[in-house]
């Protein structure tokens, strides 16, 4: 569901083929939304009518010969996947209120990817021109062989692999053995500073001061460079955005503030609660005045900004992920791996195709290249969150990955 773009003023210029089109940041009262008639106030909320096919109800076809012949994986609309996302385990010990409800149900075992074949599946990757690894989840640090996947990303493969996670498990020990098993870098979630608010958030006994130290010892053990993200609720967290873009000043880090999405396990995302990055750009600008960066990559999903008080090339910097107001999909290079050997084409996808079966059934590498291939050619041109079709994902940011 990213796609990159270039800062530019209070827009964005957005490639799309050969043309630059540029897309003003909008807040939460413009962006355009179709709804039903007799509808009330916010977005329509999604509907399962239309829900797509399950992947065992169609089969996947081949791509064109000329795509497979290229040995990359390319979708129809001409973007090219550099970035694989892996979730390890849907297992999580949040049950953080936008993602994942108390009772949710978790995968058995037995369905999941096992070590080898995770490493199998980057190996292939990286020989259809993935660059970059994020180990997601769940939360990817209580899977017990997490190490070992890492060491076996390592010895398989030359990729980037970083890691995301919500710190609350992190040790200098377990830093140590994974900086030197091969993880290159962390990204670490922070939705609040204030005990009260982050036990309702996450509805655990964690507490943002264990997630504070797990930043810092993530910077002590070089696992840099290191990125935070927060999900603002309006009414429940909005108020901390400063708070939390202070942390990049604190920790020379990068804070990210990430829109919140449809991508609930209640599938209960109620757009009233949600919070446009204009609007949190503008809450931190009053205090911090911001600059926006011009090195971003073309496909990066976070539009990113220095303070202006600080030098610059300090590695204090906010960013804002715009999913909903902002969509980035134009240049998405994108791809993601479920626990469950599914290959999902987009964040929002209602289509996943089953890697697992070939897996587990002797196909060869090329074969499952093939594969590969063929499922991304399936990836959609954007998500359509606003869009009157709208459709919910059926599952969770927890057993899609994040």
């Known amino acids: 569901m990213e796609l990159g773009d270039e800062a530019v003023g209070a827009g964005r210029l957005t490639e799309i083929g050969a043309e630059r089109v540029r897309t003003p940041m909008q807040d939460s009262r413009t962006v355009p939304v179709s709804r039903p008639a007799g509808a009330g106030g916010g977005f329509a909320l999604p509907q399962f009518a239309g829900q797509a096919l399950r992947p065992q109800d169609r089969a996947l076809a081949p791509a064109p010969e000329y795509v497979r012949a290229g040995r990359r994986m ?29 009772d949710v149900r978790f995968a058995p075992p037995e369905t999941l990817l096992t070590v080898d074949e995770i490493v199998r599946v980057a190996a292939i990757a990286e020989s259809l021109g993935v660059r970059k690894i994020r180990l997601t989840g769940g939360e990817p640090t209580l899977h017990p062989r997490l190490a070992d996947i890492i060491t076996g990303l390592a010895g398989a493969t030359d990729v980037e692999v970083a890691l995301i996670t919500n710190a609350s498990l992190l040790s200098r020990d377990s830093l140590r053995a994974w900086k030197d098993a ?24 964690s507490s943002p001061a264990q997630v504070i130290e797990g930043v810092q010892m993530s910077l002590d053990e070089r696992l840099t460079p290191v990125k935070l993200n927060a999900v603002l609720i309006r009414g429940f967290n909005d108020d901390e955005a400063v708070e939390l873009a202070a942390l990049a000043r604190t920790f020379g880090v990068e804070m990210r503030f990430i829109e919140y999405m449809p991508l609930d396990s209640a599938h209960a995302w109620d757009s009233s609660k949600w919070v446009s990055a204009a609007e949190t750009r503008g809450a931190i600008e009053r205090v911090f005045p911001l600059i926006a960066c011009d090195d971003d990559e073309p496909s990066s999903t976070a539009r990113t900004f220095r303070f202006t008080d600080l030098p610059n090339d300090s590695p204090a910097r906010v960013g804002f992920i715009a999913p909903v107001s902002t969509p980035f999909c134009g240049a998405c290079s994108r ?41 991304t050619w399936t990836k959609q041109p954007g998500h359509g969150i606003t869009s009157h079709g709208f459709v919910h994902p059926e599952r969770p940011m927890s057993a899609i990955g994040g």
């Open 182 to 205: 091969g993880l290159a870098r962390l990204t670490i979630s922070i939705d609040s500073l204030r005990p009260d608010r982050f036990a309702r958030l996450t509805r655990s006994t």
């Open 74 to 102: 390319v979708d129809s609309h001409g973007r090219t996947i550099r970035d694989l996302r892996i979730s390890i385990t849907d297992r999580c010990n949040f049950r953080c209120v936008y993602c994942m409800e108390p």
């Open 335 to 375: 791809l993601r791996i479920t626990a469950d050997g599914k290959v999902r084409p987009c964040l929002f996808s209602t289509t996943e195709w089953d890697l697992r079966s070939p897996l587990r059934s002797g196909a060869t590498d090329d074969e499952l290249a093939d594969f590969m291939i063929d499922a």
